[in-house]
């Protein structure tokens, strides 16, 4: 176990600290925006009646007891995004670790050596456990760096760290029951989904069913308000419980297996399976529900607090000029702000079907899709249609999401296709991310991955904390994001939004063209 154990945090080594450093980053954002912006009693205090009286807000932050204190305002804005990072981090910590291996053959090997059925899993887990302990030594330590005190910063770090292990003793039992990684992870996604949706039904309505959520038990403990530090014990137990529940079932399970076996096919293809981008729609078309049905949910959490925004602007005008207009246009800003941020998630899923396009190269199912009379760049074209199709879909999801939570909350049903249309105005800025992954995939394979992460990065970095780090100019100018109308405040611009769908075009071009004169899995 103890060398299974190294092994995999060497194998994380790469992946793990941008993780840690996104979550550091994002507290340290949130605390010094939150104590500049609330620099006053007086502040917080008109903070508390807006927000606390608000149900869409106190659904998006969490309990109200947590706005009597500037540290405790930080928790409310940022912890839910800082537990659902973690969640995700273990998540694939874990199912890296535990199901891919299995599936990949890896772990077969290992296990033909002197490695005792139980090792791997503890390792993966153990590993998990180092990775949240740093965790929340890097969000206590933002955190403290700050300026807000150092008891309450320990505890927000044990709360999120307590998160993660939790969720990560949730994935080793979802390796045991799902024979697929995807499987795996579309069931641990939809658990922290849920888990999200509980804690703001809670906070808003009954509060028990905020206590059968991890990110409720972690936001109970109160930090910098009451530090209360028995809520952690439940994360204890849970862990302990689920981690025994995951060794119980891998005892009754094949190698290899899972206790839920996928279901058989039809004994004949459908014709759509005929054709490269049949089979590419096939493989992803559950990944596009998923997206979607993400997106579509931030979207209606989005729209449901539009119809108040104006008044809280007037509230605060430091956030009415953040958002870059006063506060007779400010729900306009809002959306705009808020369709902008829908963007980011859309293209994180473009790129990941590209990225798929890659793992299928890698793991040798590409070769036999071309031993067909199907060309390199036809086969790579059906991954390019489908992210392409599919990030349409979820940023339409998106925008309609926004459009009934606004139309319902302000009784104005125009909203709904007013915001539909304005969502559409951020596919070419997109496509243009889509694209660059393509580039990458066909003229640089080995780099593919990294370099389109690190430049989806970039955009998500631009396009949230631009302004607020007073970015200059030519630093944000190769974010298509930046060159995009903030529609609905401001009416699109046809020529430059064509400048985007001609760039995505050629990158997209030059990656077609790539991998025609490329070894395959080279």
Same mark, same amino acid.
């Given at each position: 176990?103890?060398?299974?154990?190294?092994?995999?945090?060497?194998?994380?080594?790469?992946?793990? #600290?941008?993780?840690?450093?996104?979550?550091?980053?994002?507290?340290?954002?949130?605390?010094?925006?939150?104590?500049?912006?609330?620099?006053?009693?007086?502040?917080?205090?008109?903070?508390?009646?807006?927000?606390?009286?608000?149900?869409?807000?106190?659904?998006?932050?969490?309990?109200?007891?947590?706005?009597?204190?500037?540290?405790?305002?930080?928790?409310?804005?940022?912890?839910?995004?800082?537990?659902?990072?973690?969640?995700?981090?273990?998540?694939?910590?874990?199912?890296?670790?535990?199901?891919?291996?299995?599936?990949?053959?890896?772990?077969?090997?290992?296990?033909?050596?002197?490695?005792?059925?139980?090792? #791997?899993?503890?390792?993966?887990?153990?590993?998990?456990?180092?990775?949240?302990?740093?965790?929340?030594?890097?969000?206590?330590?933002?955190?403290?760096?700050?300026?807000?005190?150092?008891?309450?910063?320990?505890?927000?770090?044990?709360?999120?760290?307590?998160?993660?292990?939790?969720?990560?003793?949730?994935?080793?039992?979802? *390796?045991?029951?799902?024979?697929?990684?995807?499987?795996?992870?579309?069931?641990?996604?939809?658990?922290?989904?849920?888990?999200?949706?509980?804690?703001?039904?809670?906070?808003?309505?009954?509060?028990?069913?905020?206590?059968?959520?991890?990110?409720?038990?972690?936001?109970?403990?109160?930090?910098?308000?009451?530090?209360?530090?028995?809520?952690?014990?439940?994360?204890?137990?849970?862990?302990?419980?689920?981690?025994?529940?995951?060794?119980?079932?891998?005892?009754?399970?094949?190698?290899?297996?899972?206790?839920?076996?996928?279901?058989?096919?039809?004994?004949?293809?459908?014709?759509?399976?005929?054709?490269?981008?049949?089979?590419?729609?096939?493989?992803?078309? *559950?990944?596009?529900?998923?997206?979607?049905?993400?997106?579509?949910?931030?979207?209606?959490?989005?729209?449901?607090?539009?119809?108040?925004?104006?008044?809280?602007?007037?509230?605060?005008?430091?956030?009415?000029?953040?958002?870059?207009?006063?506060?007779?246009?400010?729900?306009?800003?809002?959306?705009?702000?808020?369709?902008?941020?829908?963007?980011?998630?859309?293209?994180?899923?473009?790129?990941?079907?590209?990225?798929?396009?890659?793992?299928?190269?890698?793991?040798?199912?590409?070769?036999?899709?071309?031993?067909?009379?199907?060309?390199?760049?036809?086969?790579?074209?059906?991954?390019?249609?489908?992210?392409?199709?599919?990030?349409?879909?979820?940023?339409?999801?998106?925008?309609?999401?926004?459009?009934?939570?606004?139309?319902?909350? %302000?009784?104005?049903?125009?909203?709904?296709?007013?915001?539909?249309?304005?969502?559409?105005?951020?596919?070419?800025?997109?496509?243009?991310?889509?694209?660059?992954?393509?580039?990458?995939?066909?003229?640089?394979?080995?780099?593919?991955?990294?370099?389109?992460?690190?430049?989806?990065?970039?955009? %998500?970095?631009?396009?949230?904390?631009?302004?607020?780090?007073?970015?200059?100019?030519?630093?944000?100018?190769?974010?298509?994001?930046?060159?995009?109308?903030?529609?609905?405040?401001?009416?699109?611009?046809?020529?430059?939004?064509?400048?985007?769908?001609?760039?995505?075009?050629?990158?997209?071009?030059?990656?077609?063209?790539?991998?025609?004169?490329?070894?395959? *899995?080279?």
């Amino acid at each position: 176990m103890g060398t299974l154990m190294r092994f995999t945090l060497r194998r994380e080594r790469w992946i793990a #600290p941008w993780w840690l450093a996104g979550m550091g980053a994002l507290m340290a954002l949130q605390a010094v925006s939150s104590q500049n912006f609330y620099d006053t009693p007086a502040k917080l205090a008109q903070l508390r009646v807006t927000m606390g009286g608000n149900a869409a807000a106190v659904a998006m932050g969490g309990p109200t007891r947590l706005l009597d204190t500037i540290g405790g305002e930080v928790v409310f804005e940022i912890f839910a995004y800082l537990a659902i990072t973690v969640a995700l981090m273990n998540m694939f910590v874990i199912g890296r670790n535990t199901r891919a291996d299995e599936q990949s053959g890896r772990a077969e090997l290992v296990r033909a050596a002197r490695v005792g059925r139980r090792a #791997p899993l503890l390792a993966a887990l153990g590993a998990a456990l180092v990775i949240d302990a740093a965790a929340a030594v890097v969000v206590a330590a933002a955190a403290a760096l700050s300026g807000l005190p150092g008891p309450g910063s320990v505890l927000l770090g044990v709360a999120i760290g307590g998160v993660g292990i939790t969720f990560a003793a949730a994935t080793a039992v979802a *390796a045991q029951v799902f024979e697929n990684p995807r499987a795996v992870y579309g069931a641990v996604t939809l658990l922290v989904a849920a888990a999200y949706v509980a804690r703001a039904v809670g906070d808003v309505g009954p509060q028990a069913l905020s206590w059968t959520s991890p990110i409720g038990w972690g936001q109970r403990t109160y930090p910098y308000v009451t530090d209360r530090w028995w809520p952690v014990v439940i994360f204890a137990v849970v862990t302990c419980a689920l981690t025994v529940t995951a060794f119980l079932l891998a005892e009754r399970r094949d190698f290899g297996a899972g206790l839920l076996r996928p279901r058989t096919g039809r004994t004949g293809a459908s014709r759509l399976l005929t054709t490269p981008l049949g089979l590419t729609w096939r493989l992803q078309r *559950a990944s596009i529900a998923a997206w979607a049905t993400g997106v579509l949910a931030v979207g209606v959490a989005y729209g449901s607090f539009a119809d108040s925004i104006e008044q809280f602007l007037r509230d605060y005008p430091e956030i009415a000029a953040y958002l870059g207009g006063d506060t007779s246009e400010a729900v306009n800003s809002y959306l705009a702000l808020t369709l902008s941020i829908l963007a980011l998630p859309t293209a994180a899923f473009g790129v990941t079907v590209v990225q798929r396009a890659r793992a299928e190269e890698l793991s040798g199912r590409a070769a036999l899709v071309l031993t067909r009379p199907v060309s390199r760049a036809r086969w790579l074209g059906a991954y390019l249609v489908v992210a392409m199709l599919g990030t349409a879909l979820v940023l339409i999801a998106g925008g309609l999401g926004e459009g009934i939570a606004y139309a319902l909350t %302000a009784h104005d049903p125009g909203q709904v296709p007013r915001m539909v249309v304005s969502a559409v105005a951020y596919l070419p800025a997109v496509w243009v991310v889509v694209a660059v992954a393509t580039a990458f995939f066909g003229l640089l394979p080995n780099l593919a991955a990294p370099a389109a992460w690190l430049y989806f990065g970039y955009v %998500a970095v631009v396009t949230m904390f631009a302004d607020a780090f007073d970015l200059p100019a030519w630093l944000a100018a190769a974010s298509p994001l930046r060159h995009t109308a903030l529609v609905p405040q401001t009416a699109p611009e046809p020529l430059m939004l064509a400048a985007l769908v001609v760039a995505s075009g050629l990158l997209a071009g030059a990656g077609l063209l790539g991998v025609r004169h490329r070894d395959i *899995a080279g």
